[in-house]
């Protein structure tokens, strides 16, 4: 599986890094608030996990599923919900926990999402952001690192549903796509 790897952009050891930097300034942001954490299936589970250690408040987690990819390597702009957030977030702050925005669609739905269920407030917490991708205007309001306009896995991202566990975020070979 490493092998497939071309080169590391972000290591083990700056994801862990960035979490940290993240978890700070959520932590302070949302001071006596008690949020819903809601993390977005399947690529935002690694990033999900580090992060909330790094938040010192009273937090709930939750998650909800929506895709838009479909296995291949470009958004299809069509967006499909596949789980709801099961926790009544009527009234709540909301942060969404994202593995990472291109288009910035599947984040414009999301947040349409949550105003229709009300909540007190919503943010976006992602770990990669794309801006180059952009299709929508749509802003996320803590980020981990900026990437340049590249398919990147691991650390939760996958390339039909494989490198998902890499500890790391690089970007394949790309006799790995033809194959
Ligand atoms: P958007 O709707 O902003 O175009 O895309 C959001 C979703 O597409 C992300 O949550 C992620 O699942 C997937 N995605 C976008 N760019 C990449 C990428 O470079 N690598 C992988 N593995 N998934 C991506
Ligand atoms: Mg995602
Ligand atoms: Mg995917």
């Known amino acids: 599986m490493n092998n497939d790897i071309e080169r590391v952009l972000f290591s083990q050891e700056d994801i862990q890094e960035a ?3 993240l978890g700070a300034q959520i932590s302070r942001d949302y001071e006596g608030k008690k949020p819903v954490v809601v993390g977005v299936l399947k690529g935002a589970i690694l990033f ?5 250690k790094e938040m010192d408040i009273m937090t709930e987690v939750d998650f909800l599923d929506v895709s838009s990819y479909h296995g291949g390597v470009a958004s299809t702009g069509s967006i499909t919900l596949n789980r709801e957030i099961e926790t009544d977030i ?26 229709a269920h009300h909540v007190a407030s919503a943010k976006v917490c992602t770990l990669l952001d794309k801006p ?17 306009n590249e398919f990147v896995v691991g650390y939760g991202l996958d ?21």
């Open 19 to 21: 979490c940290r930097r």
């Open 48 to 52: 999900m996990v580090d992060l909330i």
């Open 90 to 115: 009527s009234g709540r702050h909301v942060i969404i926990v994202e593995d990472i925005i291109d288009t910035g669609l599947t984040l414009q739905y999301m947040l349409n999402y949550l105003n």
């Open 132 to 148: 180059e991708g952009r299709k929508v205007t749509a802003k996320a309001d803590y980020v981990g690192f900026n990437v340049p």
């Open 159 to 179: 390339y039909q549903e494989f490198y998902r566990n890499l500890p790391y975020v690089g970007v394949l070979k790309p006799d790995v796509y033809s194959e």
